[in-house]
């Protein structure tokens, strides 16, 4: 524990260069949303106005240290397109992006470890053989296109084959437009909403763990001390659990802490494929009316989720690892 | 001679590689009717797989929303998406390899410095990044191709900073310093060819992820523009006919994965026994 603390001051300042140079990047950009934002017929002077309503006026290093100020008192600013604080954009989009997340990142990790621990037995064999291309063509998928063709699936094949109609899958939105559900039912219809989007983070999240997880604990299979109480009789389970899962979680823990911003982030493609309005499809919006706070807010935030990841992966690594326990 | 490679990987990436790429050179020819400009919209379009056309040419994979062969667009999208896959990730290894060795061999603060700037990038999701450059610059192919070298470098810088580090304390460098040989040529001739290795395998892979996220910045409209097709820009343009006509987005999409797992089956058998390193690519 004792290593924490520097690198947590190495933390800050890694957050502070991402914000700097997030804001050189953004403000550096041609075009102006004050422009872009007041009619068309708007003379110099009220355009000129306009940006100083969105704070756009002075220069370039006095912008930057208000809005680094308000940054360290916890405020992001108000989005230029919404007209409202940049914090409850994200606060609405956030729980969004965390459900399809946070089920598609455990059942991913659940999966994925799972093929790869049964690859790993059969290295070699056919059904290894037929579980990498499988799971390589997952990896290899982007995506949207992933999206896009289980939504034909679900929406034309249940029509296709006669099954009955609650088998057809909604492909856009949170909530069925228009209805006034309540209770149990409101829960039955976000969830049905959320099947296809958590279906396809899920097949290309667990793809790329199983094909890590495979190596990872083919090798740990593989060495001599696990060799050795094989030959000495010990049973599968406790093999399992006291020789191999112990030597092949370190690395498993790095992918999923490096798998953690994803989460957030908000799979920008599944969720414009989908309509799901979370993080993702917020910062697609925001780039796109040029809505500078809230695309720096989002950066920020993105930025010290991976930072934090890291740092807690680094943790639990150590912890798991006693070689790692620095010298 | 060039022995032929021993991993079964490696041949069967570089095989289906050579397929895609020889299709996209002779493809487009071969391909029924111009895949780029409008023909006869109201007789040619949405027509199924196999289709029969004008002057009995057979669509194999049918037409899109304008009458155009959609098999004869995937081979020119081709060209693009793996031009910008090559290039962007040649440049972005370019890239990389010059600020690692600068970094390497320097040291101090410009060592530092760099060492920030990469860990401050690698902090971003790669696909922010390219969003944000890619909109607000204006999209388009230089765009494409500038935003993925100036987003790729970071990991060759590393691999390259790491492996000068380790190639400048070598005897046959120090004797070289003695002999007065000037550090310039020094780092260009005796510490950088030692030290590429690892940049050439991380190169190669980057190319399949190049792809990927050009697909997805021109499936978003911030990559390639219509007409000009690349397959993200054809997948989306199939998206609104996709319950009518869904071979016209599906048919893109499997030349794109199949370019990825040529690509994939090349990074790993290269790397031997899987991915031997977690790679940051566009997940998100």
Not at chain 2, 182 to 192: A, F, N
């Amino acid at each position: 524990m004792r290593h924490t603390l520097p690198r947590l001051v190495d933390a800050v300042l890694l957050l502070w260069l991402v914000a700097t140079l997030t804001f050189l990047l953004i403000r550096l950009a041609p075009g102006d949303p004050a422009s872009l934002l007041v009619s068309p017929t708007a003379s110099v002077e009220q355009i000129a106005a306009q940006r100083a309503v969105f704070g756009l006026d002075g220069s370039l290093l006095e912008q930057y240290g208000r809005w680094l100020g308000a940054l360290l008192r916890g405020d992001l600013g108000t989005s230029l397109a919404l007209s409202r604080p940049v914090s409850s954009v994200i606060a609405e989009a956030l729980p969004l992006s965390l459900l399809l997340g946070g089920v598609s990142l455990a059942l991913s990790v659940i999966a994925g470890v799972g093929v790869g621990g049964w690859q790993a037995r059969r290295v070699g064999a056919t059904s290894d053989t037929i579980a990498t291309v499988i799971t390589t063509a997952l990896y290899a998928a982007p995506s949207f296109w992933l999206a896009l063709a289980l939504l034909v699936i679900a929406t034309s094949g249940p029509a296709v084959f006669g099954a009955p109609a609650w088998m057809r899958l909604p492909a856009f939105g949170v909530h069925t437009p228009a209805a006034t559900l309540s209770g149990w039912p409101a829960i039955v219809d976000v969830a049905r909403h959320a099947v296809l989007p958590v279906l396809v983070l899920t097949l290309t999240g667990a793809a790329a763990i199983a094909r890590y997880a495979r190596s990872a604990i083919a090798e740990a299979w593989r060495a001599p001390h696990v060799r050795a109480a094989v030959a000495r009789g010990l049973p599968s389970r406790a093999l399992r659990r006291r020789y191999v899962v112990r030597n092949a979680i370190a690395p498993i823990v790095v992918l999923v802490g490096l798998a953690l911003p994803g989460v957030v982030a908000g799979s920008v493609f599944v969720e414009q494929v989908f309509a799901w309005p979370g993080l993702g499809r917020t910062m697609l919006q925001a780039i796109a009316s040029r809505d500078y706070p809230v695309v720096l807010g989002l950066t920020v935030l993105y930025a010290s989720v991976v930072i934090a990841a890291n740092l807690v992966a680094d943790v639990v690594v150590q912890s798991l690892d006693p070689r790692r326990r620095s010298a | 001679m060039i022995t032929p490679p021993r991993d079964a990987r490696v041949r069967a990436g570089l095989l289906l590689l050579g397929v895609l790429i020889a299709g996209a050179v002779v493809g487009p020819w071969i391909a029924p009717g111009d895949p780029v400009s409008i023909n006869d919209v109201m007789g040619t379009r949405l027509k199924p797989p196999f289709a029969t056309g004008e002057r009995g040419a057979i669509h194999v994979l049918g037409t899109d929303a304008f009458g155009r062969d959609v098999l004869g667009r995937v081979w020119i999208a081709a060209r693009l998406s793996l031009a910008v896959g090559v290039a962007g990730s040649l440049l972005a290894g370019a890239l990389g390899v010059l600020l690692g060795a600068l970094g390497g061999w320097l040291g101090g603060v410009v060592d530092r410095v760099l060492l920030a700037i990469g860990d401050a990038m690698l902090a971003v999701p790669r696909l922010v990044l390219l969003l944000v450059i890619a909109a607000l610059w204006g999209p388009g192919l230089p765009t494409v191709v500038t935003v993925l070298a100036l987003t790729g470098w970071m990991g060759v810088a590393r691999l390259v900073r790491a492996d000068v580090l380790g190639v400048r304390i070598q005897p046959y460098v120090e004797a070289a310093t003695a002999l007065g040989v000037p550090s310039s040529r020094l780092l260009v001739r005796h510490v950088l060819p030692n030290a590429l290795g690892a940049a050439v395998v991380a190169i190669t892979l980057g190319v399949g992820n190049a792809i990927l996220l050009e697909s997805g910045l021109s499936f978003l409209g911030l990559g390639i523009q219509p007409p000009a097709p690349s397959w993200g820009n054809m997948i989306a343009g199939g998206r609104e006919w996709l319950l009518i006509a869904p071979w016209i987005a599906l048919a893109p999409g499997i030349a794109l994965v199949l370019t990825v797992i040529a690509c994939t089956l090349i990074g790993d058998g290269l790397t031997r026994g899987g991915p031997a390193s977690v790679d940051e690519r566009a997940r998100s």
